[in-house]
């Protein structure tokens, strides 16, 4: 018998990473689907888990960030974001997230998020930690973005 999700969101796969979550009610516009402005938070959060659980904790700002919607989503709906590495540069890290719903894995949405190294007090970039960089890209080279190769 399948469990129903309780928590909102939580971790439902470290290898390959895959956030499960539940779209609340209180996340949804006048229309009745979940506000756009809300995506974002759902892509941040999934990259907040990723690097917390598969970066040792990591933590740095975001540079950048773009979404494609492919559908609504509707209240207690409930979508898988599965987080990828798509580039490790030299203080910046590209993830790529695909929300997907449904036994037939519908696309909801397809997210990128581009986190950049500073030094906190002089607010420059600064090189990846060299132990976060090798994370980052055996994880890239063992579960690529869709339409990336393993090498």
């Not at 402005?37 to 540079?63: D, I, Q, W």
């Amino acid at each position: 018998m399948a469990r129903k999700l309780i928590a909102t969101e939580y971790v439902a796969s470290v290898k390959p990473f895959v956030v499960r979550r539940r779209a609340r009610w209180s996340e949804c516009d006048p229309a009745g689907v979940v506000f756009a402005g809300n995506f974002s938070l759902y892509l941040h959060n999934a990259v907040s888990l990723f690097r917390a659980e598969v970066l040792a904790g990591f933590t740095a700002p975001t540079k950048s960030l773009s979404l494609v919607f492919h559908r609504a989503l509707w209240p207690d709906e409930e979508f898988d974001m599965a987080v990828h590495v798509a580039e490790v540069r030299n203080s910046t890290i590209e993830f790529r997230v695909i929300a997907t719903t449904g036994k037939k894995r519908e696309r909801v949405f397809d997210g990128t998020v581009t986190t950049i190294c500073i030094a906190r007090h002089e607010r420059k970039a600064v090189r990846l930690p060299p132990r976060v960089r090798k994370l980052a890209q055996e994880y890239a080279q063992r579960w690529p973005a869709p339409g990336q190769s393993r090498g």
